[in-house]
C-alpha cells in the first residue's frame, strides 16, 4: 500500500526558508520505475496547484511562481522526497502535498496537473507572513 506522509510545514515570516519532507513507503523507487513525484499546495478558496516535480530520471520541473527559490529533491534512499523553500513570500501560504504516480506522465506539460497524480499525502501547513 502506497503511503505518502508530509512534514516540516511551519508559521515563518516574509523571506525566510522551510524544508517539507514527504516520507514515503508501499513502493521501491528507482531509476528504472518509471514514475513521477512532486509538490502541490492548495491555498484557501483556490484550485490545487503543481509546484515542483521530479522523475526517475531526476528531471524536475517547476512552477514559474517558485523557480529560482524551490528546489525539489530526494534523499540517498529514495524514500523522502523534499521541498527546500527559499525567499518565502505571504502568496507562498497553502497546504502542501506530496503526490507519486506510475508510470510517468505520458508528456512533460502534464507533470504538474493534478489530475495525473493518483496517491496523495494529508499535507503539511506553510503559513508565511508579512
Known amino acids: 500500500q502506497v503511503r505518502l506522509v508530509e512534514s516540516g510545514g511551519d508559521s515563518v515570516q516574509s523571506g525566510g526558508s522551510l524544508r517539507l519532507s514527504c516520507e514515503t513507503s508501499g513502493f521501491t523507487y528507482n531509476r528504472g520505475t518509471s514514475s513521477n513525484m512532486a509538490w502541490f499546495r492548495q491555498a484557501p478558496g483556490k484550485d490545487r496547484e503543481g509546484v515542483a516535480a521530479i522523475n526517475n530520471d531526476d528531471e524536475t520541473t517547476y512552477a514559474d511562481s517558485v523557480k529560482g527559490r524551490f528546489t525539489i529533491s530526494r534523499d540517498g534512499t529514495n524514500k523522502i522526497l523534499y521541498l527546500e523553500m527559499t525567499s518565502l513570500k505571504p502568496e507562498d501560504t497553502a497546504i502542501y502535498y506530496c503526490?507519486?504516480?506510475?508510470?510517468?506522465?505520458?508528456?512533460?506539460?502534464?507533470?504538474?496537473?493534478?489530475?495525473?497524480?493518483?496517491?496523495w499525502g494529508r499535507g503539511t501547513q506553510v503559513t508565511v507572513s508579512s
Open positions: 503526490a507519486v504516480r506510475f508510470p510517468r506522465v505520458l508528456s512533460p506539460e502534464w507533470v504538474l496537473r493534478a489530475d495525473e497524480y493518483v496517491f
